[in-house]
């Protein structure tokens, strides 16, 4: 692929706008044997006034609680330059738009929990474009999986910045997926806004008491429940706080 990897090496870095989360180059660094061991549809709900009517529409569709299924992701790329081995790791938004039916490869995941996952994406599932380590963090555009998990090249080209000298042709160990370009939200989505209804909900039992962008803030990639998710877009109607 024509472009460096846009993801963290090892992993996210910890948002510089995040105050809870330690500035770090990785992500979350568990042992590979422990973390070996462990191992779409159009989004919906365009809340005009956060949780309260989000609420309100729950229960009047009944609020029945479902089982915790991930169905929509979160991926973390870096707009800004940032050289790693030499080779800038930059992706934005602008650099996916810019590719080939506007579509890429996401390679360079060297954390076990991310690969798997990536691993666990399947075809057509819509995910969040998300701009991390950078002077504002948070999401600017929606993306698909076009391709699921097949293994990830750069491990094994030693002029890549993520080079895995012990990993095998004939049992690789890390995988990517393809991603294209979906749109835009209608507007940029800041973690501060975020971080603000997390906290709330938190307290009130609204769907992002759990999200893993608080909870797990170096892991570059991300599972999405489906009330995460449809909750977080409908913040693109509303007018910036």
Known sequence: MPWPSRKRDKGAVADKKEPDAKIAKTEEETSDKEEEEKSAKPPAGSSKSG???WKKKESESGGEESKITYCHWLL??????????G????FSVDDLKAQPNQTTCW???RNYQARN???SMKLGQQAFFYHSNCKEPGIVA??????EAYPDHTQFDQKDPHYDSTSRKENPKWSMVDVQFVRMTKRFIPLSEIKA??????TDGGPLKNMMLFTRQRLSIQPLTQEEFD???SLEEEKPH
């Open 117 to 119: 996952f990536l691993r």
């Open 51 to 53: 949780w309260k009517n």
């Open 231 to 233: 909750f977080v877009l």
């Open 197 to 202: 209804h997390h906290l709330a909900h938190k």
């Open 107 to 109: 390679d360079g995941v």
């Open 87 to 90: 080779v800038d790791v930059k």
């Open 76 to 85: 973390k790329s870096e707009p800004e330059s940032r050289l790693e081995k």
């Open 142 to 147: 929606i993306v698909k999986i076009v391709k």
